[in-house]
Protein backbone atom coordinates (compact mmCIF):
# COMPACT_ATOMS: atom_id res chain seq x y z
CA UNK A 1 0.00 0.00 0.00
CA UNK A 2 1.11 3.55 -0.99
CA UNK A 3 0.26 6.95 1.07
CA UNK A 4 1.37 10.29 0.77
CA UNK A 5 1.42 10.26 4.65
CA UNK A 6 1.34 8.09 7.24
CA UNK A 7 0.79 9.22 10.67
CA UNK A 8 1.32 7.28 14.08
CA UNK A 9 -0.85 7.78 16.69
CA UNK A 10 -4.80 8.90 16.08
CA UNK A 11 -4.80 10.83 19.13
CA UNK A 12 -5.19 14.88 19.39
CA UNK A 13 -2.29 15.79 17.61
CA UNK A 14 -2.12 13.36 14.73
CA UNK A 15 -5.87 13.33 14.67
CA UNK A 16 -5.34 17.28 13.28
CA UNK A 17 -2.55 16.51 11.40
CA UNK A 18 -3.92 14.50 8.84
CA UNK A 19 -7.75 16.79 8.90
CA UNK A 20 -4.54 19.56 7.61
CA UNK A 21 -3.06 17.38 5.53
CA UNK A 22 -6.11 15.12 3.83
CA UNK A 23 -7.23 19.10 3.08
CA UNK A 24 -4.45 19.70 0.67
CA UNK A 25 -5.46 16.72 -1.22
CA UNK A 26 -2.66 14.56 0.37
CA UNK A 27 -3.35 10.66 0.96
CA UNK A 28 -3.78 10.15 4.40
CA UNK A 29 -3.10 6.64 6.80
CA UNK A 30 -3.68 6.88 10.59
CA UNK A 31 -2.34 4.51 12.14
CA UNK A 32 -3.17 3.48 16.36
CA UNK A 33 -2.50 0.34 18.18
CA UNK A 34 -5.97 1.53 20.38
CA UNK A 35 -8.75 -0.54 20.39
CA UNK A 36 -10.43 2.62 21.79
CA UNK A 37 -10.00 6.33 19.85
CA UNK A 38 -8.42 9.04 21.63
CA UNK A 39 -9.18 8.31 24.80
CA UNK A 40 -6.86 10.80 26.31
CA UNK A 41 -9.83 12.47 24.94
CA UNK A 42 -12.52 11.08 26.77
CA UNK A 43 -10.89 11.13 30.13
CA UNK A 44 -9.58 14.53 30.37
CA UNK A 45 -11.83 17.37 31.86
CA UNK A 46 -13.99 14.77 34.17
CA UNK A 47 -15.33 13.76 30.45
CA UNK A 48 -15.84 17.26 29.47
CA UNK A 49 -12.18 17.87 27.98
CA UNK A 50 -10.25 20.99 28.78
CA UNK A 51 -9.73 21.44 25.15
CA UNK A 52 -7.84 24.61 25.32
CA UNK A 53 -7.02 27.75 26.94
CA UNK A 54 -8.27 31.18 26.24
CA UNK A 55 -4.46 32.76 27.16
CA UNK A 56 -2.21 30.50 25.76
CA UNK A 57 1.29 31.59 25.72
CA UNK A 58 4.71 30.58 24.96
CA UNK A 59 5.17 31.07 28.80
CA UNK A 60 3.11 28.59 29.51
CA UNK A 61 4.80 25.81 28.23
CA UNK A 62 8.42 24.37 29.92
CA UNK A 63 10.86 23.09 26.98
CA UNK A 64 14.67 23.06 26.80
CA UNK A 65 13.90 25.61 23.96
CA UNK A 66 11.61 27.82 25.53
CA UNK A 67 10.97 29.86 21.97
CA UNK A 68 10.46 26.81 20.21
CA UNK A 69 6.72 26.77 20.71
CA UNK A 70 5.85 30.41 19.39
CA UNK A 71 5.66 29.48 15.82
CA UNK A 72 3.26 26.90 15.91
CA UNK A 73 0.90 28.20 18.85
CA UNK A 74 0.68 32.03 16.15
CA UNK A 75 -0.33 29.67 13.25
CA UNK A 76 -3.00 28.13 15.08
CA UNK A 77 -4.38 29.47 18.14
CA UNK A 78 -7.19 28.71 20.39
CA UNK A 79 -9.92 31.13 18.61
CA UNK A 80 -9.04 28.83 15.52
CA UNK A 81 -9.91 25.62 17.65
CA UNK A 82 -13.14 27.53 18.87
CA UNK A 83 -13.89 28.90 15.47
CA UNK A 84 -13.99 24.09 14.28
CA UNK A 85 -16.34 23.88 17.31
CA UNK A 86 -18.64 26.55 17.06
CA UNK A 87 -18.57 25.38 13.40
CA UNK A 88 -20.18 21.57 14.65
CA UNK A 89 -22.81 23.06 16.74
CA UNK A 90 -20.51 22.20 20.18
CA UNK A 91 -20.86 24.44 23.01
CA UNK A 92 -18.39 25.01 25.87
CA UNK A 93 -17.62 26.94 28.56
CA UNK A 94 -14.99 29.10 30.44
CA UNK A 95 -14.48 27.32 34.03
CA UNK A 96 -11.67 29.61 35.07
CA UNK A 97 -8.25 30.65 34.22
CA UNK A 98 -8.96 30.74 30.68
CA UNK A 99 -9.60 26.98 30.64
CA UNK A 100 -12.58 26.38 28.04
CA UNK A 101 -14.36 22.68 28.12
CA UNK A 102 -17.51 21.09 26.25
CA UNK A 103 -21.01 21.61 27.96
CA UNK A 104 -21.62 18.25 27.09
CA UNK A 105 -19.29 15.42 26.59
CA UNK A 106 -15.46 15.17 25.32
CA UNK A 107 -17.22 12.57 22.63
CA UNK A 108 -18.31 15.30 21.04
CA UNK A 109 -14.86 16.50 20.26
CA UNK A 110 -13.57 12.91 19.41
CA UNK A 111 -16.57 12.92 17.07
CA UNK A 112 -16.13 16.52 15.60
CA UNK A 113 -12.48 15.07 14.37
CA UNK A 114 -13.52 11.76 12.96
CA UNK A 115 -15.95 14.24 11.16
CA UNK A 116 -13.30 16.38 9.47
CA UNK A 117 -10.84 13.39 9.36
CA UNK A 118 -14.22 11.88 6.85
CA UNK A 119 -14.55 15.10 5.11
CA UNK A 120 -10.87 14.75 4.40
CA UNK A 121 -10.74 11.42 3.22
CA UNK A 122 -8.20 9.89 6.07
CA UNK A 123 -7.95 6.32 6.35
CA UNK A 124 -7.31 4.34 8.95
CA UNK A 125 -6.09 1.14 10.26
CA UNK A 126 -6.58 0.47 14.14
CA UNK A 127 -6.29 -1.34 16.01
CA UNK A 128 -3.03 -1.92 14.31
CA UNK A 129 0.40 -2.46 16.24
CA UNK A 130 3.21 -0.98 14.55
CA UNK A 131 6.46 -3.69 13.35
CA UNK A 132 9.35 -1.55 11.48
CA UNK A 133 10.19 1.20 10.18
CA UNK A 134 12.59 1.91 7.76
CA UNK A 135 13.90 4.89 5.45
CA UNK A 136 15.17 4.37 2.07
CA UNK A 137 16.62 8.34 1.61
CA UNK A 138 16.59 9.57 -2.41
CA UNK A 139 19.33 8.16 -4.26
CA UNK A 140 20.20 9.28 -7.91
CA UNK A 141 22.41 6.05 -8.21
CA UNK A 142 20.58 3.50 -7.18
CA UNK A 143 17.68 5.51 -9.26
CA UNK A 144 15.34 6.18 -6.35
CA UNK A 145 14.34 9.51 -6.82
CA UNK A 146 12.44 10.16 -4.30
CA UNK A 147 12.58 9.43 -0.39
CA UNK A 148 10.34 6.98 1.04
CA UNK A 149 9.47 5.19 4.65
CA UNK A 150 8.34 1.32 4.52
CA UNK A 151 6.45 0.94 7.44
CA UNK A 152 5.50 -2.70 8.20
CA UNK A 153 2.55 -3.38 10.35
CA UNK A 154 0.70 -6.42 11.23
CA UNK A 155 -1.57 -6.15 8.95
CA UNK A 156 0.33 -4.87 5.95
CA UNK A 157 3.37 -3.26 4.79
CA UNK A 158 3.15 0.88 3.75
CA UNK A 159 4.96 3.17 2.07
CA UNK A 160 4.87 6.86 2.34
CA UNK A 161 7.34 9.93 1.51
CA UNK A 162 5.90 11.54 4.99
CA UNK A 163 5.99 10.03 8.16
CA UNK A 164 4.17 11.97 11.54
CA UNK A 165 4.74 10.63 14.74
CA UNK A 166 2.08 12.06 17.07
CA UNK A 167 2.18 8.91 19.37
CA UNK A 168 1.94 10.68 22.70
CA UNK A 169 3.84 10.52 25.79
CA UNK A 170 4.60 7.52 28.38
CA UNK A 171 1.56 9.22 30.60
CA UNK A 172 -1.77 7.02 31.34
CA UNK A 173 -0.33 3.43 30.51
CA UNK A 174 -3.50 2.22 30.97
CA UNK A 175 -5.12 3.40 28.54
CA UNK A 176 -2.23 2.67 26.09
CA UNK A 177 0.79 5.15 26.54
CA UNK A 178 4.16 3.66 25.35
CA UNK A 179 7.65 4.62 24.13
CA UNK A 180 7.37 4.00 20.53
CA UNK A 181 7.95 7.27 19.47
CA UNK A 182 10.96 7.74 21.43
CA UNK A 183 11.81 4.80 20.37
CA UNK A 184 11.61 5.66 16.58
CA UNK A 185 13.16 9.03 17.24
CA UNK A 186 16.66 7.24 19.04
CA UNK A 187 16.57 4.91 15.77
CA UNK A 188 17.01 7.38 13.30
CA UNK A 189 19.25 9.27 15.85
CA UNK A 190 17.39 12.07 17.27
CA UNK A 191 18.12 13.39 20.59
CA UNK A 192 15.30 12.43 22.91
CA UNK A 193 15.92 14.26 26.49
CA UNK A 194 15.40 13.22 30.01
CA UNK A 195 11.49 12.13 30.78
CA UNK A 196 9.63 12.32 33.62
CA UNK A 197 5.92 12.16 35.09
CA UNK A 198 4.84 15.90 35.15
CA UNK A 199 1.39 17.63 35.99
CA UNK A 200 1.02 14.82 38.80
CA UNK A 201 0.96 14.54 43.01
CA UNK A 202 3.69 14.38 44.92
CA UNK A 203 5.01 11.88 47.89
CA UNK A 204 6.37 12.30 50.76
CA UNK A 205 8.30 9.96 53.37
CA UNK A 206 6.28 8.27 55.91
CA UNK A 207 8.04 10.35 58.76
CA UNK A 208 7.54 13.63 57.39
CA UNK A 209 3.73 12.92 56.35
CA UNK A 210 2.57 10.89 59.20
CA UNK A 211 0.48 13.56 61.14
CA UNK A 212 -1.23 14.49 57.53
CA UNK A 213 -2.22 10.54 56.76
CA UNK A 214 -5.55 11.02 58.24
CA UNK A 215 -6.87 14.24 56.68
CA UNK A 216 -7.21 12.73 53.03
CA UNK A 217 -9.84 14.75 51.41
CA UNK A 218 -8.74 18.40 52.88
CA UNK A 219 -8.37 21.04 50.32
CA UNK A 220 -7.31 24.89 50.36
CA UNK A 221 -6.32 27.65 49.20
CA UNK A 222 -2.14 28.48 49.00
CA UNK A 223 0.63 29.44 46.64
CA UNK A 224 3.23 26.91 45.75
CA UNK A 225 6.68 27.85 44.71
CA UNK A 226 9.99 25.93 43.26
CA UNK A 227 13.01 26.46 41.58
CA UNK A 228 11.49 30.46 40.80
CA UNK A 229 8.10 29.28 39.92
CA UNK A 230 5.16 29.64 41.50
CA UNK A 231 1.54 28.94 40.74
CA UNK A 232 -1.49 30.06 43.48
CA UNK A 233 -4.61 27.24 43.40
CA UNK A 234 -5.46 25.01 45.61
CA UNK A 235 -3.74 21.96 47.31
CA UNK A 236 -5.00 18.80 48.04
CA UNK A 237 -4.27 16.11 51.09
CA UNK A 238 -3.96 12.53 49.65
CA UNK A 239 -3.26 9.38 51.23
CA UNK A 240 0.58 9.43 50.19
CA UNK A 241 0.60 12.89 49.75
CA UNK A 242 -0.03 16.07 48.19
CA UNK A 243 -2.22 16.69 44.91
CA UNK A 244 -4.20 19.35 43.69
CA UNK A 245 -4.03 21.68 40.77
CA UNK A 246 -1.03 23.84 42.35
CA UNK A 247 0.55 20.77 43.57
CA UNK A 248 0.21 19.72 39.80
CA UNK A 249 1.76 22.40 38.58
CA UNK A 250 4.64 22.95 40.61
CA UNK A 251 5.54 18.86 39.62
CA UNK A 252 6.63 20.14 36.43
CA UNK A 253 9.74 22.32 38.19
CA UNK A 254 10.30 19.73 40.59
CA UNK A 255 13.21 17.74 40.86
CA UNK A 256 14.62 15.17 43.30
CA UNK A 257 15.90 16.78 46.37
CA UNK A 258 13.99 19.84 46.09
CA UNK A 259 12.07 21.59 48.53
CA UNK A 260 8.68 22.60 47.82
CA UNK A 261 7.44 25.91 49.29
CA UNK A 262 3.81 26.28 50.37
CA UNK A 263 2.47 29.78 51.54
CA UNK A 264 -0.81 29.14 53.10
CA UNK A 265 -2.03 32.25 53.65
CA UNK A 266 -1.19 33.65 50.31
CA UNK A 267 -4.08 36.46 50.89
CA UNK A 268 -3.39 37.43 54.62
CA UNK A 269 -0.49 38.82 56.19
CA UNK A 270 0.13 36.16 59.49
CA UNK A 271 1.65 38.52 61.24
CA UNK A 272 -0.97 41.63 61.01
CA UNK A 273 -3.51 38.72 62.16
CA UNK A 274 -1.57 38.12 65.64
CA UNK A 275 -0.75 41.61 66.14
CA UNK A 276 -4.67 42.14 65.49
CA UNK A 277 -5.69 39.72 68.26
CA UNK A 278 -2.50 40.13 70.44
CA UNK A 279 -3.78 40.36 73.77
CA UNK A 280 -6.63 37.71 72.95
CA UNK A 281 -6.75 34.49 74.83
CA UNK A 282 -8.37 32.23 72.16
CA UNK A 283 -6.27 29.53 71.36
CA UNK A 284 -4.06 29.99 68.64
CA UNK A 285 -5.32 26.63 66.51
CA UNK A 286 -8.88 28.53 67.04
CA UNK A 287 -7.70 31.41 65.34
CA UNK A 288 -6.38 30.02 62.42
CA UNK A 289 -9.40 27.94 61.89
CA UNK A 290 -10.82 31.19 60.57
CA UNK A 291 -8.96 31.52 57.99
CA UNK A 292 -7.66 27.51 57.14
CA UNK A 293 -9.66 24.54 57.18
CA UNK A 294 -10.10 23.37 61.17
CA UNK A 295 -9.05 19.39 60.49
CA UNK A 296 -5.69 20.35 58.99
CA UNK A 297 -4.84 23.75 61.74
CA UNK A 298 -5.20 21.02 64.31
CA UNK A 299 -2.52 19.03 62.66
CA UNK A 300 -0.31 21.12 61.24
CA UNK A 301 -0.16 23.25 64.45
CA UNK A 302 0.82 19.98 66.27
CA UNK A 303 3.76 19.45 64.08
CA UNK A 304 4.77 23.12 63.51
CA UNK A 305 4.59 23.72 67.09
CA UNK A 306 6.39 20.60 68.20
CA UNK A 307 8.90 21.71 65.52
CA UNK A 308 9.54 24.76 66.89
CA UNK A 309 9.30 23.38 70.53
CA UNK A 310 6.47 25.17 71.17
CA UNK A 311 3.01 24.27 72.41
CA UNK A 312 -0.47 25.25 71.44
CA UNK A 313 -1.67 28.11 73.76
CA UNK A 314 -3.89 31.73 73.60
CA UNK A 315 -2.59 34.03 71.85
CA UNK A 316 -1.24 36.16 74.44
CA UNK A 317 0.94 34.01 75.98
CA UNK A 318 3.18 33.43 73.05
CA UNK A 319 6.09 36.19 72.59
CA UNK A 320 6.53 38.37 69.64
CA UNK A 321 9.49 36.40 68.47
CA UNK A 322 7.76 33.00 68.60
CA UNK A 323 4.55 34.98 66.73
CA UNK A 324 6.96 35.70 64.09
CA UNK A 325 8.23 32.20 63.33
CA UNK A 326 4.93 30.90 63.31
CA UNK A 327 3.84 33.70 61.15
CA UNK A 328 7.22 32.51 58.88
CA UNK A 329 5.73 28.76 59.17
CA UNK A 330 2.43 29.84 57.34
CA UNK A 331 3.52 31.74 55.13
CA UNK A 332 6.83 29.84 53.79
CA UNK A 333 5.94 25.87 54.81
CA UNK A 334 8.73 23.66 53.40
CA UNK A 335 8.53 20.06 52.84
CA UNK A 336 10.94 17.70 50.92
CA UNK A 337 9.22 15.09 48.44
CA UNK A 338 10.68 11.90 47.89
CA UNK A 339 8.54 11.62 44.41
CA UNK A 340 6.11 11.46 42.42
CA UNK A 341 2.64 8.94 42.47
CA UNK A 342 3.82 8.17 38.73
CA UNK A 343 3.00 7.88 34.89
CA UNK A 344 -0.24 5.93 36.31
CA UNK A 345 -1.31 9.17 37.30
CA UNK A 346 0.59 11.80 35.27
CA UNK A 347 -1.44 13.92 32.54
CA UNK A 348 1.64 14.69 30.90
CA UNK A 349 5.43 13.67 29.81
CA UNK A 350 7.54 15.99 31.02
CA UNK A 351 10.86 15.66 28.15
CA UNK A 352 10.83 13.96 24.63
CA UNK A 353 12.01 14.40 21.55
CA UNK A 354 14.91 17.27 21.51
CA UNK A 355 13.19 20.68 19.89
CA UNK A 356 17.14 21.64 18.78
CA UNK A 357 16.48 18.47 16.51
CA UNK A 358 13.21 19.53 14.55
CA UNK A 359 12.20 22.62 12.78
CA UNK A 360 9.39 25.52 14.70
CA UNK A 361 7.49 26.01 11.60
CA UNK A 362 6.97 22.43 10.03
CA UNK A 363 7.94 20.07 13.35
CA UNK A 364 10.11 18.03 10.56
CA UNK A 365 13.41 16.99 11.48
CA UNK A 366 16.50 18.33 10.61
CA UNK A 367 17.98 15.23 10.21
CA UNK A 368 15.71 13.48 8.23
CA UNK A 369 13.58 14.86 5.58
CA UNK A 370 10.19 13.85 5.96
CA UNK A 371 9.63 12.79 9.33
CA UNK A 372 7.93 14.72 11.87
CA UNK A 373 7.12 14.82 15.77
CA UNK A 374 3.97 16.25 16.93
CA UNK A 375 1.98 16.42 20.49
CA UNK A 376 3.55 15.08 23.64
CA UNK A 377 5.96 13.08 22.58
CA UNK A 378 7.92 16.48 22.00
CA UNK A 379 9.88 18.30 24.55
CA UNK A 380 7.31 20.62 25.00
CA UNK A 381 5.06 20.39 28.16
CA UNK A 382 1.88 22.95 28.80
CA UNK A 383 0.79 23.55 32.10
CA UNK A 384 -2.42 22.63 33.59
CA UNK A 385 -5.61 24.02 32.30
CA UNK A 386 -5.93 23.10 28.54
CA UNK A 387 -2.32 24.21 27.57
CA UNK A 388 -1.40 20.58 26.37
CA UNK A 389 -4.44 20.24 23.93
CA UNK A 390 -3.84 23.66 22.01
CA UNK A 391 0.09 22.05 21.51
CA UNK A 392 -1.50 19.17 20.02
CA UNK A 393 -4.19 20.37 17.64
CA UNK A 394 -1.01 23.86 16.82
CA UNK A 395 1.65 21.49 16.19
CA UNK A 396 -0.53 18.57 14.43
CA UNK A 397 -1.73 21.85 12.26
CA UNK A 398 1.98 22.98 11.47
CA UNK A 399 2.65 19.44 10.62
CA UNK A 400 -0.49 18.88 8.27
CA UNK A 401 0.05 21.95 6.56
CA UNK A 402 3.29 20.52 5.14
CA UNK A 403 3.51 16.66 5.26
Known amino acids: MSKDVVIIGAGAAGMMCAIEAGKRGRSVMLVDHAHKLAEKIRISGGGRCNFTNRYTKAENFISGNPHFCRSALARFTPQDFIALLEKHGIRYHEKKL ?52 VLTTERNTIEASSLVIATGGLSIPQIGASALGYQIASQFGIRVTS ?20 IPGIAMDAEVSCRGSAFRESILFTHRGLSGPAILQISSYWQPGDLIHINLLPQQDAQQ ?8 AMLLPNLLARYLPKRFVQVWCSATLFQLSMTAKPINQYREVELRQIADKLHNWNIIPTGTIGYRKAEVTLGGVDTHELSS ?10 LYFIGEVVDVTGHLGGFNFQWAWSSGYAAGQVA
Do not use: N
Not at 100 to 121: K, T, V
Not at 362 to 369: F, V
Open 98 to 149: GQLFCDDSSQQIIDMLLRECAAARVDWQMPCQLKQVEYLPADKETQHTERKF
Open 273 to 280: IFLAHRHS
Open 361 to 370: KTMESKRILG
Open 195 to 214: LRPALVGLTFAAEDFIAFKD
